[in-house]
């Protein structure tokens, strides 16, 4: 009996070891429990909008008159990356400060608008490829709630890079396909939001954000007079912002 009770022990305390102590370890080493350096790596899905004005100066056969200036809704959906450093800093065992230097990539993706105009002698359809990128410097609260479970909320300014590869084609006389690439670098830009961060070992965890993105202004470009568009046109994205959900992996340096 005593070597039943003796090996009953051995196998429990086995099992601890093996199994309960890892766990105990990495709740009681929570998230805010120490200063540290982190990096984050995370896929991104954005919700893009923005209002875009067309500038017009064509000048049309038989008298046909066109609107100096049209106001057009350019709403898409793409995805990207996005990555960042940053250092946490525990102000007691539940709330925390944290910053971090962030860069995102957003994919180009093609957003038509057809018919941009549609008369009995003037057709139009525009077709642009948007691409964004962005770095940001971010600043933030974090809260420890149970366990490995906290939640955070975060602000940062930067700078974005914006680019457009357009096409503007036109159906009157002649039938023409105009194209332009635009690069704008050096835009101002902001976002806000915030996210949950589960830790799945002392030094590993996850994290799902969601933020508001305002990237300013993009000119797709001014096209140059053609036989259909004798007065060239000029397009250009005001308030291009998105909506962003990120999920991805968070690395906490050891102290």
Not at 139 to 161: E, F, N, P
Not at 183 to 211: E, R, Y
Request: net charge negative.
């Amino acid at each position: 009996m005593e070597y039943t009770m003796t090996n009953n022990k051995t196998w429990m305390a086995a099992i601890y070891l093996t199994i309960a102590a890892p766990i105990v370890a990495a709740s009681n080493n929570t998230a805010l429990s120490r200063d540290h350096f982190y990096f984050t790596a995370a896929g991104v899905g954005a919700l893009m909008s923005s209002d875009t004005m067309t500038q017009q100066h064509v000048a049309l056969p038989e008298g046909t008159f066109v609107p100096d200036i049209n106001k057009l809704n350019l709403d898409y959906g793409t995805g990207g990356i996005q990555a960042g450093v940053g250092y946490q800093y525990p102000v007691n065992e539940a709330w925390g400060v944290q910053s971090a230097v962030q860069y995102l990539y957003l994919a180009p993706r093609n957003k038509q608008v057809s018919p941009l105009f549609n008369t009995t002698a003037f057709q139009s359809a525009f077709l642009t490829n948007v691409g964004v990128q962005t770095v940001t410097i971010n600043a933030g609260l974090t809260r420890h709630l149970i366990d490995r479970l906290s939640v955070y909320a975060d602000a940062g300014l930067g700078v974005a890079i914006l680019s457009a590869y357009s096409e503007l084609a036109t159906d009157s006389s002649v039938l023409a396909v105009v194209e332009s690439q635009t690069n704008i670098p050096n835009q101002f830009t902001w976002q806000a939001g915030g996210g949950i961060k589960c830790k799945v070992s002392p030094d590993w965890g996850v994290d799902f954000g969601v933020h508001y993105a305002q990237f300013g202004n993009l000119n797709h470009g001014s096209f140059a007079e053609s036989p259909s568009l004798p007065g060239g046109d000029y397009f250009k994205s005001n308030n291009l912002s998105a909506v962003l959900f990120s999920f991805g992996v968070r690395y906490s340096m050891p102290a």
